[in-house]
């Protein structure tokens, strides 16, 4: 079993739609717990990052995580066809930059 | 803004050959990585190191060998290639300090024939 499980997809909703894009993980030590999103032929960029439990919040993005579950969440809001891309969670006990574990990704098409 | 260049975005090299892969950063960061990501597994570790002339193993070790003799680059090794290598291979540093998040390159796309 993977430490980190995520939905591949493909993941299509039409232009405004809300998104939710989520992760389950087994290691009880992740602490710090990231989502990157990944355009085609290009490196993966963070979108944002979230320590222990709680929701995070930047425009459009919305980071949940529930540790007692060990499921995490990222929420896109009116979401637009730029938001097409693969969405990477990825985790780990140290911080945002360091031993992180990712997920398979998941594949998000967003139609106009 | 932080830039992670990786020498080549395509690849093609033969099965045998010894394979250099070049990273370098303009951050001055302390830890470097090497990640290869294949569909549905997402990204693995490889490589990674925290300081000049240091390195750890990562997950997937086997096959692949590091180099890092100056802060800024953190070259990956095939020593010699074979077709279960062919992957997008992805390079990324972080601080050691503050606010560390990893910043990625555009990743090479290796494939061996």
């Known amino acids: 079993q993977k430490e980190v499980e995520q939905d591949p997809g493909p993941l299509s909703v039409p232009e405004g739609a809300i998104v939710s894009l989520n992760c389950t993980y087994s290691?009880?030590?992740?602490?710090?717990f990231m989502w990157y999103r990944q355009y085609s032929r290009k490196g993966p960029e963070l979108l944002m990052y979230?320590?222990?439990?709680g929701n995070k919040e930047d425009g459009r993005f919305t980071a949940q995580v529930d540790k007692s579950s060990k499921y995490i969440s990222l929420f896109i809001r009116d979401s637009q066809p730029s938001d097409s891309a693969t969405y990477l969670c990825?985790?780990?006990?140290?911080?945002?930059?360091?031993?992180?574990?990712f997920g398979g990704g998941t594949r998000l098409m967003v139609k106009p | 803004d932080v830039k992670v260049t990786q020498s080549s975005r395509y690849l093609v090299k033969r099965t045998g050959e010894k394979v250099f892969l070049e990273c370098v950063q303009d951050?001055?960061?302390?830890?470097m990585f090497w990640y290869r990501q294949d569909p549905g597994l997402g990204l693995r570790l490889i490589y990674f190191?925290?300081?000049?002339?240091?390195?750890e193993k990562g997950d997937i070790p086997e096959g692949y060998s590091v180099s890092r003799e100056k802060k800024e680059r953190f070259s990956l090794i095939l020593e010699s290639a074979s077709t279960n290598q062919t992957s997008m291979y992805l390079c990324?540093?972080?601080?050691?300090?503050?606010?560390?998040?990893?910043?990625f390159g555009q990743g090479t796309r290796l494939t061996v024939v």
């Open positions: 951050m001055d960061h302390e830890n």
């Open positions: 290691n009880s030590a992740f602490q710090y």
């Open positions: 990825a985790m780990s006990p140290w911080n945002a930059g360091n031993m992180l574990t």
């Open positions: 979230t320590y222990s439990s």
């Open positions: 990324a540093s972080s601080p050691s300090q503050g606010d560390t998040e990893a910043f």
């Open positions: 190191s925290y300081d000049v002339k240091m390195k």
